[in-house]
């Protein structure tokens, strides 16, 4: 996957938006091979939309409720990002599942809290925890239509402390979260990737 430099982003949030201001930062540093061009959301008033306002960076929302069926709102939500010829798609904490036909029109990177395969879905940090598993961590995946199945771009392990409970542990995986969705962003922008099957590799300029 070849991308030009630099990448312009659309970015999706759904909430208070700490995924896209780590992306907002970095994109705002010299030289950093990205720019966000949009910021997009499923719900008015949220805190992500604010950040993007405070940037003067576009931004627009498509909710769900305003349309027949997820069909329906899956095509305004195409057109909508699609208004901004993004070279990528960042879903940065935005809770809808993408439909068919915007994945079919662009590359979707997005972060979880686990090490995918495992803990797949809403509730990973929560089930990690009652696994009883010693180690989690942070995936960044390429959307695909299933949940969390998409291939795995870049992995980050953190240590499940004996005391640690679901907000505590999933605060530490955040951190990590953000730094290594930024430096994924970076290395796409820098060199693109090679995907065979499942497997992704970075190119390196």
Known sequence: MDLPTPVKLVVLASGSGTL????????????????????????????????????????FTVRVADHPDRAAWDKAL?????????????????????????????????????????????????????AGVKVTGSTVHFADAGVDTGPIIAQEAVVVESDDDEDVLHERIKAVERRLLVETIERLGRGGCTVDGRKVTFREH
């Open 20 to 59: 896209l201001q780590a992306v907002l930062d970095a994109t705002g540093r010299s030289g950093f091979p990205a720019k966000v061009v949009a910021v997009g959301a499923d719900r008015t008033g949220i805190e992500a939309l604010t950040r993007a306002e405070r940037l003067s960076i576009p931004s």
């Open 78 to 130: 195409t057109e909508a990002v699609a208004a901004y010829r993004p070279d990528l798609v960042v879903s940065a904490g935005f809770m809808k599942i993408l439909g068919e036909q915007f994945l079919g029109r662009f590359t979707v990177i997005n972060t979880h809290p686990a090490l995918l395969p495992s803990f797949p879905g809403m509730h990973a940090v929560r089930d990690a925890l009652e």
